[in-house]
C-alpha cells in the first residue's frame, strides 16, 4: 500500500477501500440469511465510487489494466442475460437448480453480478440514481427481510424509486429476477405516492430522472420534509451523500 501511494504519480491498491467500505453497510433490507450478495455487491461498487470520486489512481493487476477491469465488471449482466441462468442460480447458487440447468456457473459471483446492474441502472438514470437508491434503502432499516426473495423485492423496489419508474419488468424478463406480487404491488403504491405528492419525473432524452426537493419523504410518509437529504435534484458527490445520509438519521434520531 504505501510502495504504491508514495509515488510521484501515486496509485492506491483498491482492496483497501474494498475492505474498509464495509464499514458503511447498514441495509438490512437488501441482505437477509442465505442471501449476503447485495452486501459483498456495496463493498464492490463504493470501491469503483469512492476511487472515482476522490480522484485517485487504482494499481492494475498483472493481467489486466483498471479500464479492462472496469470494462469487465459492466459486461457481466450481459454475460448473465446472454445465458440460461436465473436468479436461482445465479444469485441464490441453489445447488438443485445449477444441476437441473446443466450449464456451467458463471465466472463471478452474485455480488459481482448486482455491482454489474447497479452500474447498467447509473449508466441509464445518470450519477443521481446510486444517492436516491441508498436513501431508499435508509428508510427500510427498520424492516429488516425474513428471506432471500424479501431482500430481493426490496432491491428491485429501492431501484424503481430511484429510476422513477417501475423496473420489476426489466428484472424478470431481461434479468430473469424473480419479483413477487407482493413487491410489484409495493413498488406500484410507493411510485404513485412519490408522484402524487412531488411529481418528480422529468426525464431529458438521455433517460435521466429530475427529482424535485422532498422525494425521500414521499417514499415514507412517516418522514417530515426537514428531515429528508435536501436537495433540489440530489446532485451531490459521493462524499456529500454520506454527509446527507449521517444528517438524516441524527434528525431522525432527535424526532
Same mark, same amino acid.
Given at each position: 500500500?504505501?510502495?504504491?501511494?508514495?509515488?510521484?504519480?501515486? @496509485?492506491?491498491?483498491?482492496? @483497501?477501500?474494498? !475492505?474498509?467500505?464495509?464499514?458503511?453497510?447498514?441495509?438490512?433490507?437488501?441482505?437477509?440469511?442465505?442471501?449476503?450478495?447485495?452486501?459483498?455487491?456495496?463493498?464492490?461498487?463504493?470501491?469503483?465510487?469512492?476511487?472515482?470520486?476522490?480522484?485517485?489512481?487504482?494499481?492494475?493487476?498483472?493481467?489486466?489494466?483498471?479500464?479492462?477491469?472496469?470494462?469487465?465488471?459492466?459486461?457481466?449482466?450481459?454475460?448473465?442475460?446472454?445465458?440460461?441462468?436465473?436468479?436461482?442460480?445465479?444469485?441464490?447458487?441453489?445447488?438443485?437448480?445449477?444441476?437441473?440447468?446443466?450449464? $456451467?456457473?458463471?465466472?463471478?459471483?452474485?455480488?459481482?453480478?448486482?455491482?454489474?446492474?447497479?452500474?447498467?441502472?447509473?449508466?441509464?438514470?445518470? !450519477?443521481?440514481?446510486? $444517492?436516491?437508491?441508498?436513501?431508499?434503502?435508509?428508510?427500510? !432499516?427498520?424492516?429488516?427481510?425474513?428471506? $432471500?426473495?424479501?431482500?430481493?423485492?426490496?432491491?428491485?423496489?429501492?431501484?424503481?424509486?430511484?429510476?422513477?419508474?417501475?423496473?420489476?419488468?426489466?428484472? =424478470?424478463?431481461?434479468?430473469?429476477?424473480?419479483?413477487?406480487?407482493?413487491?410489484?404491488?409495493?413498488?406500484?403504491?410507493?411510485?404513485?405516492?412519490?408522484?402524487?405528492?412531488?411529481?418528480?419525473?422529468?426525464?431529458?432524452?438521455?433517460?435521466?430522472? =429530475?427529482?424535485?426537493?422532498?422525494?425521500?419523504?414521499?417514499?415514507?410518509?412517516?418522514?417530515?420534509?426537514?428531515?429528508?437529504? !435536501?436537495?433540489?435534484?440530489?446532485? @451531490?458527490? @459521493?462524499? =456529500?451523500?454520506?454527509?446527507?445520509?449521517?444528517?438524516?438519521?441524527?434528525?431522525?434520531?432527535?424526532?
Amino acid at each position: 500500500l504505501y510502495e504504491g501511494a508514495s509515488q510521484e504519480m501515486p @496509485l492506491y491498491d483498491q482492496t @483497501l477501500f474494498y !475492505e474498509l467500505g464495509r464499514n458503511f453497510w447498514r441495509y438490512p433490507a437488501l441482505a437477509s440469511k442465505g442471501y449476503e450478495g447485495f452486501t459483498t455487491a456495496f463493498a464492490i461498487l463504493m470501491r469503483f465510487k469512492a476511487m472515482e470520486s476522490l480522484g485517485i489512481q487504482e494499481i492494475p493487476t498483472d493481467t489486466e489494466t483498471v479500464e479492462e477491469i472496469l470494462k469487465r465488471f459492466q459486461g457481466m449482466v450481459d454475460v448473465y442475460a446472454d445465458s440460461r441462468h436465473t436468479w436461482e442460480t445465479a444469485v441464490l447458487r441453489d445447488e438443485k437448480a445449477i444441476a437441473r440447468l446443466g450449464e $456451467p456457473e458463471l465466472p463471478f459471483g452474485c455480488g459481482d453480478l448486482q455491482t454489474s446492474m447497479m452500474m447498467r441502472l447509473i449508466d441509464e438514470y445518470g !450519477e443521481e440514481f446510486l $444517492p436516491r437508491f441508498f436513501s431508499y434503502a435508509n428508510l427500510l !432499516e427498520k424492516a429488516p427481510a425474513r428471506s $432471500p426473495q424479501i431482500a430481493a423485492d426490496n432491491f428491485v423496489l429501492c431501484c424503481s424509486c430511484a429510476a422513477g419508474t417501475d423496473l420489476s419488468d426489466r428484472f =424478470e424478463n431481461d434479468w430473469r429476477w424473480r419479483v413477487t406480487q407482493r413487491g410489484r404491488r409495493n413498488i406500484n403504491t410507493q411510485l404513485q405516492r412519490l408522484r402524487r405528492r412531488y411529481r418528480p419525473c422529468q426525464r431529458s432524452g438521455a433517460g435521466r430522472v =429530475e427529482f424535485r426537493q422532498g422525494f425521500a419523504s414521499a417514499f415514507d410518509p412517516r418522514i417530515s420534509e426537514v428531515s429528508a437529504p !435536501e436537495a433540489v435534484h440530489f446532485r @451531490l458527490s @459521493l462524499g =456529500e451523500a454520506f454527509c446527507a445520509t449521517k444528517q438524516h438519521h441524527q434528525r431522525r434520531r432527535l424526532m
